[in-house]
């Protein structure tokens, strides 16, 4: 297993839809640098893991300083770290506010701009953040300015790094999620969840995990927003 073997980075890869994002990256070969504030060690030596909060940079630099000292080479990163607090807009409070732009912005931004410059040196790469379906249809039962402030940040950064990246052989899309079935979501919350969707359920981690991988191989696709919301961003 040579330097030739591609590498992943996921963050928030400790459980959810991130742990499952790992899995599936190992199942096609790729070795993985895996990062989450609180994530156990591996036993999988294609696995680097790397504890530590995204929202400062010295993680960011250690996952891809320790990842090229490890594989040699990035060739993915997915951006799937992220905060959601739902609550009135007058209701967010100072912490509420810091914790959410430190994690959905300021984890973007610098691991991403870390990512990049060595993606830059291979001349190739793919880039993919996990946004929010919300950001295109607000809910009136469902009140997440800030959600909407970082996410749909990300949506127009994908969009702007795809143009300024697309000829050096960086591809650069997001996935915007509806409502998953993650530990986020109390199971006794799972029928009022699935209403919001016109296909009437809830989507699964795998809708997710399928979605992003079929943009690893969509060679002719970047500056995508690819909604996998059961139909939210078209309508009720």
């Known amino acids: 297993m040579g330097i ?7 963050t928030g890869a400790s459980q959810g839809i991130g742990a499952a994002l790992v899995r599936a990256y190992r199942d096609r070969n790729y070795r993985v640098v895996a990062t989450a504030r609180s994530i156990k060690p591996s036993r999988d030596d294609d696995i680097l893991v790397v504890p530590g ?15 090229m000292a490890r594989f040699g080479r990035i060739d993915t990163l997915v951006n ?12 967010y409070t100072e912490t509420d506010y810091a914790a959410i732009l430190g994690v959905n912005l300021a984890g973007f931004f610098h691991i991403t701009q870390l990512a990049v410059a060595e993606m830059e040196k291979q001349g190739s790469g793919h880039i993919v953040q996990i946004t929010t379906s919300m950001v295109d249809h607000a809910m009136a039962g469902v009140p997440a300015v800030l959600a909407a402030l970082t996410k749909g940040g990300l949506n127009a950064a994908t969009k702007s790094l795809a143009i300024e990246y697309a000829k050096r052989g960086i591809r650069v899309n997001a996935v915007a999620p509806g409502t998953i079935k993650t530990p986020m979501h109390p199971v006794e919350t799972y029928a009022q969840l699935a ?5 009437g359920r809830m989507g699964e981690i795998s809708d997710i ?3 992003i991988l079929y943009l690893e191989s969509a060679g002719f696709v970047t500056g995508e ?3 996998i919301d059961g139909g939210q961003s078209a309508g009720h």
Do not use: M, Y
């Open 225 to 227: 927003i690819l909604h």
């Open 53 to 67: 909060d995204i929202a400062d940079r010295k993680t960011a630099e250690c996952v891809i300083s320790e990842g």
């Open 209 to 211: 995990v399928d979605a």
């Open 80 to 91: 799937n770290a992220g905060i959601f607090i739902a609550k009135p807009f007058t209701q």
């Open 195 to 199: 209403a919001l969707h016109p296909v």
């Open 4 to 10: 030739e073997q591609k590498v992943a980075v996921v």
